[in-house]
Every structure is written in structure tokens, then in C-alpha cells.
């Protein structure tokens, strides 16, 4: 196998165990020994043996003068499970390839610097991108003790959530609700508005797919008998919120609703990732709900722009993934969007685009 191949591999294995091993990182292992034989891991959940130790299992003795491609640097600690970088060495792993560095402070480099110490041919960086991109949630919470934040946003085409009586339900079709439940199963905590649960009593749980069910969490009082309990209900700021959360170990953090909610993380500049889900419907009139509550930007040269990341169709409806290009413009710099001769914003630095990514990566 070369380099790539491998290594696009890997990271399909750790994108199967996507949401089963939080807090830990999803991580892919493929092992080739001498003789050509492929031997595959992917992290278990907690507890459980990581990637390059399910793949060592697999091997056996055809370890030994192997080639392993793994995903994220093999730990150095011992933690739940014992240093997978020992276990390489002992099984006789010659060469490894790793797509990125640790930033998990009891691994960061130690790993690396084990392999090599005891000969193995080591090479960083190989589809480093596509795995920054993979493992975005667990990269940012072990460097800013705080949660990916996700906000999931469902509306018509001219932005609206509700009709002026309230009604809402279904606005997007059953394929768009069983996508958006999955983005939940894949979310250690879903964060809500008291107003929402007042609203609409969401239970936020798993159903559609298979899944475990996240943290609920309430921004202000939950009403007695309300679904969603058991539920931590929260007051205070939002920052606040999440290094709680990102203490809690919660690597993803889905915010769903409603436009109170919605308006105050997306001004603040806490959200590092949309997912709009968009119906085919026009409610046609300003006095339709909004998706975003409270003031919005006052001049057109503060409105906030991101770059679209990812266009799905689901059933008649549409999903739209859009990054923030910089920060928001209420709490950082105004951003400045370049242009490309046809008028589209160009490329920005560090903005990953699906289609550069490898099959089956998202
Ligand atoms: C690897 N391969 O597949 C994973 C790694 O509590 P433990 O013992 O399971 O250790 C968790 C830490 O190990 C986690 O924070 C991260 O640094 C690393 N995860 N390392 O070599 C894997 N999942
Ligand atoms: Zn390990």
C-alpha cells in the first residue's frame, strides 16, 4: 500500500467508530506486514483498546517488520489502557506513519519521540488535513479545554422557523430530521433554550439512528415534567457554559434552539460550525419567527460571512455546512472577504473544502 492510500484508510476506520469513543479521539489504524497482508483497527469506546492496539491484536506475530499508518500519534501514557507507541515497539513495527500530533498534554510528542528512540522509521503528516479536519471537535477541546460548538438551524427558504401562531412542525421532511438526529448521536451535549423546552417539549434524545443519547442541557429552568429531563439546567454566561462542558469531557456541543439561543452564541463568536437544514417552504411575510433573535448586524459591512463547507441533499430538502471564516465580526476583527474574478469568496486559509477530502470523509 503506499502512504495515501493507507492513510485514507485509516481514516475511514476512525470515521466508522465516529461517536463511540468520546472522550477519547476516533482514531484508524492500518498495519501491513512484510508479506502484504493488511491488518485494520479503530479505536474502542472508553476503556476499550485504541486503534493501533486492535490492529496489533489482528497481526499477531505479522507485526513484527510491519508498516502501521495510524491517524493521530500513538499515545506514550498509560491511561485506561496501557502506551500503544510501547506495544508498536514490542510487536516490532519498522516503520509508522502518523497524520498528526497529539495535543493530549500526557502524549504530545512523547509517543513520536518513544517510536523513534527505539529505531522505528517514523513519518508525520501524510492527509494531516483531511485528519485536523476529522478530529476537529478533540484537537480544539485539548487545546482550549472547550467543546466544538455545532448549531444546528432548520428553516424555509426565506429563513423563517415558525408561523406567527407558533406552529412549526415539520418545517424539512423525515430524511433531514433522521441526518439532523445523527449529528446528535455524534454530540456528547445538546444545549437548549428554557423557552424552547417550553415550546415544544423536546425530549433530545437519539431516535431515527442508532446512538447514544448526549448530555441535555437548559439554558434557565426546566418546567416540571418536561421531556428532556433528566437535564443539567444552566445559568450564567455562555463561556462559561462551555469550559464547564469541556470539563466535563464533552469534545462536541450541539446548540439547538431556539432563535434566543441561536442569536446569542452565533454573536458572541462561540459557534465553530452551521449545519442549516433548508425546506422548499416560503412563509412569505416579516412576521413569520426568525432563525436569529435579537439585534442583527446594524451595517452591511458587519454582516457575518462564512464559507460553505458541504451541500447535501436530503429527501426535498437541502443541508448546508458553512465555517466561520474569522472570527464573528461583533467580538473580532470585521472580516474581509476576498473575491475570485467570478465573484465567489476565494479560498480561505485553514477553510477545508469536502470535495479536496478524501471518499467518505465528511
Ligand atoms: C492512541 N490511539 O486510538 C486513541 C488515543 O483513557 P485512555 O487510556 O483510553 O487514553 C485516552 C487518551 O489516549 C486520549 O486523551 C488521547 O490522548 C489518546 N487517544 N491514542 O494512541 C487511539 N484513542
Ligand atoms: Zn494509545
Same mark, same amino acid.
Given at each position: 500500500m503506499n502512504d495515501t492510500e493507507a492513510m485514507v484508510q485509516a481514516i475511514e476506520l476512525a470515521a466508522s467508530v465516529r461517536g463511540a469513543t468520546s472522550p477519547n479521539?476516533?482514531?484508524?489504524?492500518?498495519?501491513?506486514? !512484510?508479506?502484504?497482508?493488511?491488518? *485494520?483497527g479503530a479505536t474502542e469506546p472508553p476503556g476499550g483498546r485504541h486503534a493501533e492496539v486492535v490492529a496489533l491484536d489482528a497481526a499477531g506475530d505479522a507485526a513484527r517488520g510491519a508498516t502501521a499508518w495510524v491517524t493521530l500519534e500513538p499515545c506514550a501514557h498509560i %491511561?485506561?489502557?496501557g502506551p500503544c507507541a510501547d506495544a508498536m515497539i514490542h510487536a516490532g513495527i519498522a516503520r509508522a506513519v502518523i497524520a498528526l500530533a497529539d495535543p493530549d498534554e500526557r502524549v504530545s510528542?512523547?509517543? =513520536?519521540?518513544?517510536?523513534?528512540?527505539?529505531?522505528? @522509521?517514523?513519518?508525520?503528516?501524510? /492527509?494531516?488535513?483531511?485528519?485536523? *479536519?476529522?478530529?476537529?471537535?478533540?484537537? +480544539? &477541546?485539548?487545546? #482550549?479545554?472547550?467543546?466544538?460548538?455545532?448549531? +444546528?438551524?432548520?428553516?424555509?427558504l426565506d %429563513?423563517? !422557523?415558525?408561523?406567527?401562531?407558533?406552529?412549526?412542525?415539520?418545517? !424539512?421532511?423525515?430524511?433531514?430530521r433522521a441526518d439532523a438526529h445523527m449529528v446528535r448521536a455524534e454530540s456528547d451535549a445538546?444545549?437548549?433554550?428554557?423557552? !424552547?423546552?417550553?415550546? @415544544?417539549?423536546?425530549?433530545? #434524545?437519539?431516535?431515527?439512528?442508532?446512538?447514544? @443519547?448526549?448530555?441535555?442541557v437548559v439554558l434557565g429552568t426546566i418546567p416540571p415534567g418536561a421531556k428532556v429531563a433528566p437535564a443539567v439546567e444552566f445559568r450564567g454566561e455562555l463561556p462559561d457554559l462551555l469550559d464547564d462542558l469541556g470539563?466535563?469531557?464533552?469534545? /462536541?456541543?450541539?446548540?439547538? %434552539?431556539?432563535?434566543?439561543?441561536?442569536?446569542?452564541? &452565533?454573536?458572541?463568536?462561540l459557534v465553530d460550525h452551521y =449545519?442549516?437544514?433548508v425546506a422548499p417552504a416560503i412563509f412569505g411575510g416579516d412576521d413569520a419567527r426568525p432563525l436569529f433573535a435579537g439585534p442583527a448586524a446594524s451595517t452591511i459591512a458587519d454582516v457575518w460571512r462564512g464559507a460553505i463547507t458541504g451541500v447535501s441533499h436530503l429527501g426535498g430538502d437541502l443541508r448546508i455546512d458553512v465555517s466561520p471564516i474569522t472570527p464573528s465580526p461583533i467580538t473580532g476583527p470585521v472580516p474581509v472577504v476576498r473575491l475570485t474574478d467570478e465573484g465567489e469568496p476565494a479560498e480561505a486559509p485553514g477553510i477545508d473544502h469536502p470535495q479536496d477530502r478524501p471518499e467518505g470523509i465528511r
Open positions: 479521539p476516533w482514531v484508524g489504524c492500518v498495519i501491513e506486514s !512484510t508479506d502484504g497482508r493488511v491488518f *485494520t %491511561g485506561r489502557t510528542g512523547q509517543g =513520536i519521540a518513544r517510536l523513534r528512540d527505539a529505531g522505528v @522509521d517514523v513519518s508525520m503528516g501524510e /492527509q494531516a488535513d483531511a485528519v485536523r *479536519t476529522q478530529l476537529a471537535p478533540y484537537l +480544539k &477541546h485539548r487545546t #482550549t479545554g472547550r467543546p466544538w460548538v455545532v448549531l +444546528k438551524l432548520g428553516a424555509s %429563513g423563517r !422557523t415558525a408561523a406567527p401562531d407558533g406552529t412549526s412542525q415539520w418545517i !424539512t421532511g423525515g430524511a433531514a445538546i444545549v437548549v433554550g428554557a423557552g !424552547t423546552v417550553r415550546a @415544544d417539549d423536546p425530549s433530545l #434524545t437519539v431516535r431515527h439512528v442508532e446512538g447514544r @443519547d448526549p448530555l441535555r470539563r466535563r469531557g464533552v469534545l /462536541q456541543c450541539l446548540v439547538e %434552539g431556539g432563535a434566543t439561543v441561536a442569536g446569542a452564541f &452565533h454573536r458572541a463568536g =449545519i442549516f437544514y
